[in-house]
């Protein structure tokens, strides 16, 4: 097993390193790490903005641990307070929580300057729940009872890194890459550029370490060191951290070009799947006697998704789409009276967003003559070069099958924007409820079709949505002596039924955002095809209320996304875009 995985790493090592010969190959331009942020800037007062650097709520002891670091620039040119507003966190379930500022926040900022203020609160809670938006609040002590002014909100729904143990490669903080690909580490202002380029287990007498190489370069033009960050290796559920090699600074000049190394031990060999990139976060609490008390987090930035180059996607059958698929019929967990068909997998671009969306969808027909129980599979897929990707499936399904009856049931991938989907293996499992692992249930050859949608027609199986006409108008709406501006988006629609399936209330959406010049998100809606206030035939008219901004903009885009709710936040692929003119 040794030999065979140090011939792994071997092949790993050789591919990198000739398409280095010449210099290092990029994948991709890597974005600029100083301009990197969670949410983009949002205005605060006349003069400071503020954007989320990180965002964190992961288990500790005692409960979970909530943390966030906040950028705050001055626009002014003259120094400003920084506000005494309260940071309040909402989770997704509806409740609020005050989060603790942290002893050495900044209580000026300088012209044209850029701080970074910590937040962080413990909360005793057994449940997991997840964080949908942040509020400042702005408090009135001096009326009774105080007065209570919302000042800023900002989403930040499927944006938390929820630990190392529960992260995938759909986490919104932490971008995907591949093993080979040269990356920039998110929110680090650095220019430097990493490439993973050998990967080698050997044995010690305290047992097996895996050792990690790093190839740094520098672009810019000056000194440069590089910054403080942690590794780690994951192996199905399984952590491993990892341990810089190189104890002090390693410096490179302008072009330079140098390696740093991290080493993973364990006490067996380990296949790892996937390497985390991580940077620390750290916050000052004051302790009972007046004393600071150092708190440090880490925050996950990059999934390193790595190759099994011993795997053969040839050695699947080819499938096509719309035929039952060949399941296993000793599982135990799965009717024999399951019909399972992939009615659809495409591949999409995210602009801005560092990544593709893949989306399959399957129906599942009983074609027996009694209910039978939804399995809970989970879906895969692997590249050709042998990288895995793991989908999500939307949040909640029917429990239940009843007799000849379509159900459709989706998943998400997150994967790098190198994938072009043209050959891959689709991998469906169930996990064993007596334990950790799972047994695999069908696997197929498979191609991610190009995306079948245009300017103005939408494929959201089984729909499919033609756009007949489009209109965006503000209002303006006088209270008080204020001039406050609302949207209405007035959309002409043919919806029409692919095939007879069942859809229920957790069916893709449609998600239409508002974006002014600059890019800026400045408000947001989603309509479901099914319940109250659903899509219809003919015209649908769409308020916009909940705006973050207090100004007329024109003109604006307008951007049309299939959004669904999955156990890791939200997934979306963008449709199509439309521009004021």
């Known amino acids: 097993m040794r030999k065979q995985w140090k011939k792994t790493a071997a092949i790993v090592v050789l591919s990198v390193s000739l398409a280095a010969t010449g210099g290092a190959v990029f994948a991709a331009t890597p974005p600029a790490a100083a301009s990197w942020s969670l949410t983009g800037s949002y205005a605060l007062t006349e003069v400071l903005s503020v954007d989320v650097k990180s965002l964190v709520n992961e288990r500790i002891d005692g409960g979970s641990r909530i943390g966030t670091v906040i950028r705050m620039t001055n626009q002014g040119d003259r120094n400003a307070r920084v506000p005494d507003y309260e940071l309040r966190v909402e989770t997704g379930d509806g409740l609020v929580y005050t989060l603790q500022p942290s002893g050495t926040n900044a209580r000026t900022v300088q012209p044209k300057e850029t701080v970074e203020l910590s937040y962080i609160l413990q909360v005793d809670r057994q449940d997991s729940f997840t964080l949908s938006a942040l509020h400042w609040i702005d408090i009135d002590w001096y009326v009774y009872p105080k007065a209570e002014t919302k000042v800023l909100s900002l989403p930040v729904e499927g944006l938390e890194?929820?630990?190392?143990?529960?992260?995938?490669?759909?986490?919104?903080?932490?971008?995907?890459?591949?093993?080979?690909?040269?990356?920039?580490?998110?929110?680090l202002a650095s220019p430097l550029v990493y490439t993973p380029v050998k990967l080698e287990t050997d044995t010690t007498p305290e047992g097996y370490v895996t050792l990690v190489t790093l190839l740094v370069e520098n672009p810019g033009e000056r000194v440069e060191t590089v910054p403080d960050f942690e590794l780690e290796g994951l192996a199905g559920s399984a952590v491993y951290p990892a341990g810089r090699v190189e104890q002090q600074p390693v410096t490179l000049s302008p072009k330079d070009k140098k390696y740093i190394h991290y080493s993973i031990p364990s006490n067996s060999e380990v296949a790892f799947q996937t390497l985390n990139v991580l940077t620390n976060e750290s916050y000052v609490q004051v302790g009972e006697q007046g004393q600071p008390v150092p708190?440090?987090?880490?925050?996950?930035?990059?999934?390193?998704?790595?190759?099994?180059?011993?795997?053969?996607?040839?050695?699947?059958?080819?499938?096509?789409?719309?035929?039952?698929?060949?399941?296993?019929?000793?599982?135990?967990?799965?009717?024999?009276?399951?019909?399972?068909?992939?009615?659809?997998?495409?591949?999409?671009?995210?602009?801005?967003?560092?990544?593709?969306?893949?989306?399959?969808?399957?129906?599942?027909?009983?074609?027996?003559?009694?209910?039978?129980?939804?399995?809970?599979?989970?879906?895969?897929?692997?590249?050709?070069?042998?990288?895995?990707?793991?989908?999500?499936?939307q949040a909640t399904t029917a429990e239940q099958l009843m007799p000849n009856l379509n159900y459709v049931v989706s998943y998400f991938f997150a994967v790098p924007d190198t994938e072009d989907g043209s050959l891959m293996a689709l991998s469906l499992s169930e996990r064993q409820t007596t334990g950790a692992f799972k047994t695999s249930v069908a696997s197929y050859r498979v191609a991610a079709g190009v995306e079948e949608s245009t300017d103005t027609i939408l494929q959201l199986y089984p729909y499919q949505v033609a756009i007949e006409d489009w209109h965006l108008r503000a209002t303006t709406n006088l209270m008080q002596g204020f001039a406050t501006f609302s949207y209405q988006l007035n959309l002409d629609l043919d919806i029409t039924i692919q095939d007879k399936v069942v859809v229920d209330q957790h069916f893709s959406n449609l998600k239409i955002e508002l974006l002014d010049q600059t890019n800026r998100l400045i408000a947001t809606e989603t309509r479901s095809f099914v319940g109250m206030n659903r899509l219809v035939d003919g015209l649908n008219k769409i308020d916009f209320t909940n705006l973050v901004t207090e100004q007329h903009q024109f003109p604006l885009t307008i951007k049309i996304y299939e959004s669904m709710e999955t156990p890791s936040g939200e997934a979306k692929r963008l449709l199509t875009t439309f521009t004021q003119r």
Do not use: C
Not at 169 to 184: H, L, R, Y
């Open 161 to 187: 890194w929820t630990g190392s143990s529960s992260s995938s490669m759909n986490e919104g903080q932490a971008a995907v890459t591949k093993w080979g690909d040269s990356f920039s580490i998110p929110s």
């Open 295 to 393: 708190v440090q987090y880490q925050v996950g930035r990059l999934h390193i998704a790595l190759p099994d180059l011993n795997w053969s996607l040839y050695s699947l059958d080819e499938y096509t789409l719309g035929d039952p698929m060949v399941l296993d019929t000793l599982n135990a967990h799965i009717s024999k009276d399951l019909e399972l068909s992939m009615v659809e997998l495409s591949m999409h671009e995210n602009e801005g967003e560092g990544y593709k969306t893949a989306i399959a969808k399957f129906t599942m027909k009983n074609t027996g003559d009694r209910p039978i129980a939804v399995p809970p599979l989970e879906a895969e897929l692997r590249s050709n070069g042998g990288y895995t990707y793991g989908g999500v499936r």
